[in-house]
């Protein structure tokens, strides 16, 4: 019965491994062994968690995140902004590739969903850049590392469910999410020009005479027009909060709004627009809430038969034989290798409300720890075999992309995101600093 817990978690490894619903394993492991530890008294306690869960006022940000997202999406702005930075960036080596990692930034600090930005950069980008003789792989490898930024780059639905599992304030994660955001940004920026610089053959800049027939008026014109609109939603959010006039709920709110308008001024906006946008709201909030009540159950039975203890032993035991700075980095390294086989959001249910209050017992710092957490959660969308944005990638490149390519050009970009896990590691200041400044101790 001591053990009944890693049996609890070995099987539902096992399923999810075997291809079985993530919500309805997480549930079904939950109802089996909650009525081996604790018989039918189990049904008596499982209604109360799963409420406390669906009344939490922090989560209505998710549905809310997700409609500003995809209004965007459709409101044809990225198109605008991936042509317009690609002018701008087109006279450097590898401009093209930068340009694609600007906008992936710009539209993640917009709508936080990696599907939308991956799928629509894959459509408008990609084939321009193979077209202008980018090596397949810098390509594919560009698109898919820029598309996950928003899950760093607030507003970002991974930090919000992080903030609720552990317990730690949405707009401080926000906030101290904004310099490792930026951090990224900047590394995959420095690869693609040193690569381009290296092997200009990979990455060729845009000839002169194409550029120089758009005068530098219009350019910065267009620039002005394709850069405003984001701008603009990214401060109605994040400004709004740093000012301290909206929780991250609210703030949530204020962008689904921001979103619709810009679909409207865009001249994109119709009934039907908004009935697809408010049916793919609700079948993403519906695919994310029956996980969460799934891990709701399978986390009263892990506790309750006490699998916080055994897995706490284990990395107390660790803590003796090494140092936590050794603890921290096992417990990063297997979040690492199970995002190989599970997405962000099992992880995000099923590991982190086990690990994170006995690495918090540590004394780590709650924000930095989550921000950690949240940057090594990203690279799940990126590592072959299951990694999601793989997987929207290869759904719109032509067929002259095979998948070979798209998992070739994705490995120096998990490089530098580890690079940019371990800067955030050893400098904590990066995810602290900011919220010290504007909300003080």
Same mark, same amino acid.
């Given at each position: ?13 096992? +399923? ?9 394993? =997480?549930?079904? !492991?939950? %109802? ?25 006022? !922090? ?27 690609? =002018? $701008? ?10 340009? &694609?990692?600007? &906008?992936?930034? $710009? ?16 459509? =408008?980008?990609?084939?321009?850049? %193979?077209?202008? @003789? ?12 820029? @598309? ?12 919000? +469910?992080? @903030? ?19 951090? %990224?940004?900047?590394?995959? /920026? ?33 620039? #002005? ?7 603009? =939603? ?10 301290? /006039? ?11 709004? @921001?979103?619709? *308008? ?21 079948? $993403? ?12 159950? *399978? ?38 290798? /199970? ?5 962000? /959001?099992?992880? !995000? ?10 690495? %918090? ?21 990126? !590592? ?11 759904? &719109? ?17 998990? #490089? ?26």
């Amino acid at each position: 019965m001591e053990l009944l817990p890693a049996w609890m978690f070995l099987a539902l490894t096992i +399923l999810l491994m075997a291809g079985f619903p993530v919500a309805f394993t =997480l549930l079904g !492991t939950a %109802l089996v062994f909650g009525l081996i530890g604790f018989g039918w008294s189990f049904f008596n306690l499982l209604p109360l968690r799963i409420w406390g869960r669906m009344t939490n006022v !922090t989560l209505i940000a998710v549905p809310l995140f997700v409609f500003m997202g995809v209004m965007l999406e459709r409101s044809g702005l990225a198109e605008e902004l991936i042509d317009t930075m690609g =002018l $701008l960036f087109g006279k450097l080596k590898g401009g093209l590739a930068v340009s &694609v990692v600007v &906008v992936g930034a $710009l539209l993640g600090a917009s709508t936080g969903i990696v599907g939308a930005t991956v799928v629509t950069m894959g459509l =408008l980008a990609l084939p321009t850049m %193979l077209r202008r @003789g980018y090596q397949k792989e810098i390509a594919t490898g560009t698109v898919s590392a820029s @598309g996950t930024l928003g899950q760093i780059i607030p507003p970002s639905i991974v930090l919000v +469910l992080i @903030g609720d599992i552990v317990g730690v304030s949405v707009g401080d994660l926000f906030i101290g999410a904004v310099l490792p955001g930026l951090l %990224l940004v900047v590394l995959y /920026i420095l690869y693609i020009l040193v690569a381009a610089h290296l092997r200009p053959h990979i990455a060729p800049a845009i000839p002169r005479e194409e550029l120089a027939a758009l005068g530098p008026g219009e350019l910065w014109r267009r620039v #002005a027009r394709a850069l405003i609109p984001p701008l603009f =939603l990214m401060i109605a959010v994040l400004g709004s909060i740093f000012a301290g /006039i909206a929780s991250p709920t609210e703030a949530a709110a204020v962008g689904a709004v @921001g979103a619709t *308008f810009l679909t409207i001024v865009n001249g994109k906006f119709s009934l039907n627009v908004l009935r697809q946008v408010m049916h793919t709201t609700v079948h $993403l909030t519906c695919m994310v809430f029956i996980i969460l009540c799934g891990a709701a159950a *399978f986390g009263l039975v892990f506790r309750g038969l006490g699998g916080d203890h055994l897995v706490r032993g284990f990395l107390g035991g660790l803590a003796h034989q090494y140092s936590h700075g050794m603890v921290l980095a096992i417990v990063m390294g297997v979040i690492f290798i /199970i995002g190989f086989f599970l997405d962000f /959001i099992e992880i !995000t249910f099923i590991h982190v409300p086990v690990l994170a209050p006995i690495m %918090l017992e540590f004394g780590y710092n709650p924000i930095w720890f989550c921000i950690l957490l949240a940057v090594n959660l990203q690279t799940s969308f990126m !590592t072959p075999p299951f990694g999601f944005s793989l997987f929207y990638l290869k759904g &719109v490149t032509p067929p002259e992309v095979t998948t070979g390519d798209i998992y070739r050009g994705i490995i120096p970009f998990v #490089a530098f995101q580890l690079l940019g896990l371990l800067i955030v590691a050893f400098f904590p200041q990066l995810a602290t600093w900011l919220p010290h400044v504007v909300f003080g101790d």
